[in-house]
């Protein structure tokens, strides 16, 4: 179980508020030294790759009717989290239905951390129940969470949120209407002392997906259309800059040919293009969350267009091809030198999964071979690591 949701029980329980005030000043210094991990992650990368739909792929939706899907999705993104202090480390875990009060059962890549006094802090950013709900959690450091407590809302840690979704909602819609029901807070409640800003793709077995921030301390739904989603600014920002790239094309460049004059034997006719990608001039290659989103959105619209994918296999390889695209080896983004936990970033770990199809796959740093997990065939009754 969480650790957010052992210290909610320790303070809950402890009947002396002497004992619960000294647990509270340690679970505060320890919550600090988290969300300065945590604030840190800054180079996640998601995008979704469309593909036609299989057979007719009718299925049961939101109150049992039946629901067509032209196209299905293959979501790829990314982990981007420096060993922190030496003190993080990844498992992938079968949560079991009913866990914790959910209706579902999920499967997630869970990050943990090792923190002050042995205990330790599992936190899910990625992750898909047995309904085919996937919820993805970015860094967007520019969140401003609800205020706890409003109109007698049950507070939800933004660090728990991904869990909570997947464990109590089978749709867009559904977890949407989850979020009305609760107020998604700074952890704690103590919103200067933690700065652990995320926003999350949601996206169901229908196609839908939409993304939410908390910008201002007010809730923020966009459906994204794009498909998109890196890490600051927020996500209407990084719509807008797309318009900055308009002069990239999908097609060979000749519009300059009818300028053409031949200058000698040697050169030849200028101005002309000279081998491939020139289409892409301009293209921003570097890491930060602009230039990644930029990437994912300008090259996943060529590649379709001009090839596109014909079945979940093809999107497969185009959603690993991206994902090869933003991969960060270690030691290429430089490390933040004010913030003393601040490692090298890199990709610890990548996924690729079909909400559809009800199937997550996973690669390490250093195993690149892909590793499937076909949550069909998983019995969510009990929980499983």
């Given amino acids: 179980s969480s650790c957010f949701f052992l210290a909610q029980d320790i303070l809950q329980d402890c009947s002396v508020w002497a004992?619960?005030?000294?647990?509270?000043?340690?679970?505060?210094?320890?919550?600090?030294?988290?969300?300065?991990?945590?604030?840190?992650?800054?180079?996640?990368?998601?995008?979704?790759?469309?593909?036609?739909?299989?057979?007719?792929?009718?299925?049961?939706?939101?109150?049992?009717?039946?629901?067509?899907?032209?196209?299905?999705?293959?979501?790829?993104?990314?982990?981007?989290?420096?060993?922190?202090?030496?003190?993080?480390?990844?498992?992938?875990?079968?949560?079991?239905?009913?866990?914790?009060?959910?209706?579902?059962?999920?499967?997630?890549?869970?990050?943990?951390?090792?923190?002050?006094?042995?205990?330790?802090?599992?936190?899910?950013?990625?992750g898909m129940n047995e309904k085919g709900l996937t919820i993805s959690a970015l860094a967007l450091g520019e969140s401003i969470y609800q205020k706890g407590s409003l109109g007698g809302k049950k507070?939800?840690?933004?660090?728990?949120?991904?869990?909570?979704?997947?464990?109590?909602?089978?749709?867009?819609?559904?977890?949407?209407?989850?979020?009305?029901?609760?107020?998604?807070?700074?952890?704690?409640?103590?919103?200067?002392?933690?700065?652990?800003?995320?926003?999350?793709?949601?996206?169901?077995?229908?196609?839908?997906?939409?993304?939410?921030e908390y910008l201002q301390g007010e809730?923020?739904?966009?459906?994204n259309h794009p498909r998109v989603m890196t890490n600051d600014p927020n996500l209407q920002w990084h719509w807008r800059n797309l318009n900055t790239y308009v002069n990239l094309n999908p097609e060979y460049p000749q519009q300059n040919e009818f300028l053409g004059v031949h200058v000698d034997e040697d050169i030849g006719t200028v101005p002309r293009a000279v081998g491939h990608g020139w289409n892409l001039f301009g293209l921003p290659g570097d890491s930060s969350p602009p230039s990644r989103f930029v990437r994912m959105f300008y090259l996943r619209g060529y590649a379709t267009h001009a090839n596109a994918p014909e079945s979940l296999d093809d999107a497969i390889v185009l959603g690993n091809a991206l994902l090869n695209n933003v991969f960060i080896p270690l030691g290429t983004v430089a490390r933040e030198p004010r913030t003393f936990v601040d490692r090298l970033e890199y990709t610890p770990y990548a996924i690729l999964k079909s909400p559809q199809d009800k199937f997550m796959m996973i690669r390490g740093y250093r195993n690149s071979q892909w590793r499937k997990i076909d949550l069909s065939r998983l019995d969510f009754s009990k929980g499983l690591s």
């Avoid at 939800?156 to 991904?162: E, M």
């Avoid at 652990?196 to 993304?211: K, M, N, P």
């Avoid at 809730?219 to 459906?223: A, F, G, N, P």
């Fill in 19 to 126: 004992c619960a005030s000294s647990i509270r000043q340690s679970m505060i210094a320890m919550w600090r030294l988290a969300a300065s991990w945590l604030s840190v992650a800054s180079a996640c990368t998601y995008v979704e790759v469309p593909f036609p739909a299989r057979r007719s792929s009718q299925f049961a939706g939101e109150n049992g009717s039946v629901q067509d899907v032209g196209s299905g999705y293959v979501i790829a993104r990314t982990m981007e989290l420096s060993n922190l202090l030496g003190r993080t480390s990844y498992s992938i875990e079968t949560v079991a239905a009913g866990a914790h009060g959910g209706r579902y059962g999920y499967v997630a890549p869970i990050n943990t951390f090792e923190l002050i006094g042995g205990l330790k802090l599992k936190v899910a950013f990625e």
């Fill in 219 to 223: 809730r923020k739904v966009s459906e």
């Fill in 155 to 212: 507070d939800v840690s933004a660090l728990d949120l991904a869990a909570v979704l997947l464990a109590n909602c089978d749709s867009v819609s559904s977890a949407l209407s989850y979020l009305e029901s609760i107020s998604v807070v700074e952890p704690w409640n103590l919103p200067k002392l933690l700065p652990t800003g995320l926003h999350w793709a949601i996206t169901d077995a229908t196609g839908r997906s939409v993304v939410v």
